[in-house]
């Protein structure tokens, strides 16, 4: 990765006696109180005296009561609740430099020179100028004799590090804000509880959606519901959207769709800058088309709510960095801002992102829309150009040749191998639509590879994948039979069906699955097409990629059934709680679950553990419900350990724990595996299907398919998506654990650790870059 990467070893206690404060600013965002956790606890952690500075700016310049010193119990049982426990509020007093000098009084006299501040730009500018006034403010104060010689020269400089809680995602240089995920799930939930009602009505919905200045909200939403059409401010419709409106909402309803969905940035406008509202859309439609249409504003929805797993484990993560810059911060440090850069912390330069931000504002009111989507980052122009090459009223004419039949003509099939996972779906409707836009025919394989064996293979046209996005499981079918000794009835296959390129969509079957079939080219000539694998499986096991398909949805199962666990805990007192998780050898989803989920501990196979390791937690368990917190939770992955299994750790607690607390047992099953696609899961299905299909065009257009690169696996790899050669992952798989030998997420547990109050080392790689470098071509990752 770009950057300077540096490995940080820091001990508990390393940083006693510095003062250290958090405040929220600005407007609320779910994932707020797991940020604020995360500050405190890391603060404590490394020895700081940490403090809340309740209603933002305003609590800082009032001081008293606002300013409150934290422990660790202050911070228990807030992960799961949305907006923020220590309060936001907008403040007038901090704007003027009397404020700001309060302000500073009341920091100084506790001894607090760390600020972490989570809030939009705004309030990110005025820290900033809080800090380049620190030192006359000071000066000031002293002159006043409202502090002491001896506290000018202690706290002579202010650090700060910022974090960006906002729903709209309006932020350069970070991939997502704090909420943003959040803000996504209300919508998906109620635009997929109006489509039930819709179609039992024949009915046009049109959605208003959060997003004043920014249309991120109602962009991916519209590419996670199969939007009709998307209004928003960064790419504003063409002088004759009225007639292209109505004549998508007449095609659709000729083919037969029931349902049609418009959404609405809040801040939608035309490209002569005048408002486009809910109202005038609704207006449209009804005197053109005369269809019953009906409006939902979901206004505060969007910030309501628990927050999702995303959002909870972001938190955790960037309060963690934003600790860590203020504690490695000399004199000479330039306040940053933490962000999300594919699938790590990274700290930017806070000004520079700020400069960003406002220099999209500016674009849009010079009407520069293209230098808008530009500004607004590489993933967001890839969600419009994705969302446009989806709703495209009809091919092209270059796709057609003289007498009108499709010029390419080429022929790709679409399968399933594995387990089934959420997005699956939305991928096959993806590369489906696309194929057919393009004048190819494609060819959906059923039931994978028993499928193909028995050419359970059938033509797919436009409205066979309609309503398919919001769907969990596999339409397709799925099993997890490989191609084994059956490879000649699947050679046989391709050659009847002129299949030219296959797209395999699975978990790590379907990796071994599409080895398989490269391996054997040599045997079967008709193995020689374009193959690309795209990873979609709960486990998260396959190697070439941090992602899978369906990972997100399962995690923010887990996470909301441990929410109930916890919430059917509340009439009891003192008890502990035991869950299995699936993923077979791959601890992920029990890691990132019990970061998401605030538990005590989660045992997986890639981290060995002994019964030291087990008495010793469950002494924690014990000094914790003695100090006053009345739950715990353990989470363990389903193949941790063959000894240790879910029971004997629930008897082993049960025994030890008696006269203090009870626990109980819960093996979630398959639970994991459904449920609704969330939006993250969609929209990756979307665009990876989308992508597989251009490369697999372009591998044909290459020619012969016999080398490496023909075989390859779509991932996402820190920044970006990455095709690399079935081949060369080979060295980087543990087939007997069915795991990469190499697996980001581990960094992460020293964090759970040290969040759960064990002793730990917290290690991970340190980054600061430059908002270049911090371009990314990925879509949120966690």
Request: aromatic fraction near 8%; proline fraction near 3%.
């Amino acid at each position: 990765m770009d950057g300077s990467s540096t490995q940080r070893f820091i001990e508990r206690g390393s940083h006693k006696g510095k003062g250290l404060a958090v405040f929220t600013s600005g407007g609320d965002s779910q994932g707020m109180n797991a940020a604020v956790r995360s500050v405190v606890r890391m603060g404590i952690y490394l020895g700081c005296k940490v403090y809340f500075i309740r209603e933002g700016y305003q609590g800082m310049v009032d001081g008293g009561d606002n300013i409150e010193e934290a422990n660790w119990s202050s911070v228990s049982s807030i992960i799961h609740k949305g907006g923020t426990i220590i309060g936001s509020a907008r403040c007038m007093d901090f704007i003027k430099r009397e404020g700001r000098l309060s302000a500073a009084y009341n920091l100084v006299t506790r001894g607090i020179t760390n600020l972490v501040v989570i809030g939009g730009d705004g309030s990110l500018t005025g820290a900033n100028l809080f800090r380049q006034e620190w030192s006359s403010l000071l000066d000031e104060l002293l002159q006043n004799n409202r502090i002491t010689k001896d506290q000018r020269e202690k706290y002579k400089f202010l650090h700060i590090a910022g974090m960006v809680g906002s729903i709209d995602n309006d932020f350069c240089g970070t991939d997502m804000t704090i909420g943003t995920d959040s803000a996504l799930h209300r919508i998906i939930e109620a635009i997929d509880a109006i489509v039930s009602t819709a179609y039992s009505h024949q009915r046009t919905f049109i959605m208003e959606v959060m997003g004043r200045h920014c249309g991120y909200l109602a962009l991916v939403a519209a590419l996670a519901s199969e939007a009709d059409q998307v209004f928003i401010p960064e790419d504003p419709v063409p002088n004759n959207w009225v007639e292209k409106l109505c004549k998508r909402l007449q095609q659709e309803r000729k083919s037969g769709q029931r349902l049609n969905i418009i959404i609405v940035a809040e801040g939608a406008i035309d490209r002569e800058g005048k408002p486009i509202t809910a109202e005038l859309v609704k207006k449209v439609v009804v005197e053109n088309l005369q269809q019953d249409t009906r409006i939902t504003v979901l206004g505060h929805v969007q910030r309501g709510g628990s927050p999702s797993a995303f959002d909870r484990i972001l938190g955790c993560r960037m309060g963690a960095e934003a600790v860590m810059a203020l504690m490695e911060a000399t004199p000479e440090t330039e306040p940053c801002v933490v962000t999300l850069d594919g699938n790590q912390a990274v700290r930017l330069p806070l000004m520079e992102c700020v400069r960003r931000t406002k220099a999209v504002a500016q674009a849009m009111a010079d009407k520069n829309w293209d230098l808008a989507v530009q500004l607004r980052g590489r993933s967001f122009a890839r969600n419009l150009e994705t969302y446009k090459m989806l709703t495209r009223l009809k091919p092209p004419k270059e796709a057609f040749d003289a007498s009108g039949k499709p010029a390419e003509g080429l022929t790709l099939a679409v399968m399933h191998v594995g387990a089934p996972a959420c997005g699956m779906n939305a991928a096959v409707r993806s590369f489906v639509r696309n194929c057919i836009y393009r004048g190819d025919t494609v060819l959906g394989i059923h039931d994978g590879m028993e499928g193909f064996i028995s050419g359970n293979i059938v033509k797919m046209e436009w409205s066979d994948v309609t309503g398919w996005v919001a769907q969990g499981g596999a339409f397709l079918g799925t099993k997890r039979t490989l191609p084994g000794d059956k490879k000649g009835e699947i050679a046989a296959r391709i050659k009847q069906f002129n299949i030219q390129g296959l797209l395999i969509i699975g978990g790590f079957e379907a990796y071994q699955a599409g080895l398989e079939l490269y391996e054997s080219r040599a045997q079967f000539p008709e193995f020689c097409i374009p193959l690309v694998v795209v990873p979609a499986t709960i486990s998260n096991n396959v190697p070439g990629t941090d992602f899978s398909l369906g990972t997100d949805t399962a995690l923010n199962e887990i996470t909301e059934i441990c929410d109930r666990i916890r919430q059917s805990a509340q009439g009891t007192k003192r008890r502990v709680f035991v869950v299995e998780t699936m993923g077979g050898y791959c601890g992920y989803l029990a890691t990132l679950a019990g970061l998401a989920g605030g538990a005590d501990a989660a045992y997986i196979y890639e981290e060995k553990f002994s019964i030291k390791d087990l008495q010793q937690d469950v002494y924690h368990m014990a000094s914790k419900m003695t100090g006053g917190i009345q739950r715990g939770l353990i989470l363990r992955n389903e193949k941790a350990n063959e000894n240790y299994n879910t029971d004997f750790i629930y008897r082993l607690y049960s025994e030890e724990g008696k006269g203090l607390f009870t626990a109980r047992m819960n093996v979630l099953g398959h639970m994991q595996q459904g449920g609704s696609p969330t939006p993250f899961d969609r929209n990756m299905g979307t665009k990876t299907a989308a992508k597989c299909l251009h490369w697999l065009v372009e591998s044909i257009r290459k020619g012969s398919a016999n080398g490496p690169d023909s075989a390859c696996l779509l991932g996402v790899v820190k920044r970006q998506y990455k095709f690399t050669p079935l081949e060369d992952l080979k060295a980087q798989t543990n087939f007997a654990q069915r795991i990469p030998k190499q697996q980001w997420w581990m960094k992460l547990r020293p964090l759970l650790r040290i969040l759960a109050k064990h002793d730990s080392t917290y290690e991970e790689e340190g980054m600061y870059m430059t908002v270049e470098q911090g371009e990314i071509d990925s879509e949120h990752v966690i």
